[in-house]
C-alpha cells in the first residue's frame, strides 16, 4: 500500500525568509503533483514531477523529484504572506490514482 | 473561477434522504473522480471513472452511488448516509494518459444531521 508522508504538516515562517516541504512515498512511482489549498476553496494544480531529476518553478516556488530516494521538496523562497494556505503532495500510485499527503498548512507572517 | 463545476455548494440531509451531487467538466477531459475530504484532512479518492466507465471504486459504501451520464457530467447518488459522511465532496478531472495533472471543482460541502 502507498503511503505518502509529508512534513512538516504545520510551518508558521516570516515574510522573506526561506523554507523547504518534504514529500516521502513509500512505493516506486515516477509521477508526483503538488497542489495548493486555500481555506475553503478547491486545490489548485502547482506543479507535475514526471522524471526523476524533475525541478519545475514557479515563482517563490521550486519542486524537485527524486525517484531514487522516493522524496520530492517544494522549496519557498523569499515567503510573502500571500503563499500562506495548506500545500499537498499527491503520488500517483497506478491508473490515475492518487494517494495526497497530510498537508503543509503553511502560515506566512508579516 | 475553477473549469469543474460542482453543485449544490452546501448540502444538508437528513440521514433517510436521497440526494444527488453534480459535477460539470466542459474541458474534454475523458476521466473523472470523486474525492471525500474531511477537515484538516487530505482528499480521499473515492471513485474514478475514465471514458465513462467506473474503473476505480475504493471500497465505498453503496450508500453512495456514482454514475457518468456523459463525457462532461458526474453525479454522485447519496442514500442512507451517516453522520460521519459530513464532509467536503470534491469531483476531478483529467486527460487520460496520466501525464496530467487533475483539476479540481471547489466542492460540495455536505452536513448529514
Known amino acids: 500500500e502507498l503511503k505518502v508522508e509529508q512534513n512538516p504538516l504545520f510551518l508558521s515562517m516570516q515574510e522573506g525568509k526561506n523554507y523547504t516541504i518534504y514529500c516521502n512515498y513509500s512505493?516506486?512511482?515516477?509521477?508526483l503533483y503538488w497542489y495548493r489549498q486555500d481555506p475553503g476553496k478547491s486545490l489548485e494544480s502547482l506543479f507535475v514531477l514526471l522524471s526523476n531529476g524533475a525541478v519545475k518553478q514557479e515563482g517563490r516556488l521550486m519542486a524537485s523529484l527524486d525517484t531514487k530516494a522516493r522524496l520530492s521538496t517544494l522549496h519557498i523562497t523569499a515567503a510573502v504572506h500571500d503563499l500562506s494556505a495548506t500545500y499537498f503532495c499527491?503520488?500517483?500510485?497506478?491508473?490515475?490514482?492518487?494517494?495526497f499527503g497530510g498537508g503543509t498548512r503553511l502560515m506566512v507572517k508579516p | 473561477d475553477t473549469e469543474v463545476t460542482q453543485t449544490p455548494k452546501h448540502l444538508v440531509m437528513g440521514m433517510t434522504n436521497k440526494k444527488s451531487l453534480k459535477c460539470e467538466q466542459h474541458?474534454?477531459?475523458?476521466?473523472m473522480y470523486w474525492y471525500k475530504q474531511k477537515a484538516k484532512k487530505p482528499p480521499e479518492l473515492m471513485f474514478v471513472y475514465s471514458y465513462e466507465k467506473l474503473s476505480i471504486n475504493e471500497s465505498v459504501p453503496s450508500r453512495f452511488s456514482p454514475e457518468c451520464p456523459n463525457s462532461s457530467l458526474l453525479n454522485l447518488h447519496l442514500h442512507a448516509l451517516q453522520p460521519e459522511d459530513s464532509a467536503l465532496y470534491l469531483c476531478?478531472?483529467?486527460?487520460?494518459?496520466?501525464?496530467?495533472?487533475?483539476?479540481f471543482g471547489d466542492g460540495t460541502r455536505l452536513s448529514i444531521l
Open positions: 476531478a478531472s483529467s486527460h487520460p494518459p496520466r501525464n496530467q495533472p487533475q483539476h
Open positions: 474541458m474534454g477531459h475523458r476521466a
Open positions: 499527491a503520488v500517483d500510485n497506478a491508473g490515475n490514482m492518487l494517494t
Open positions: 512505493t516506486t512511482s515516477d509521477r
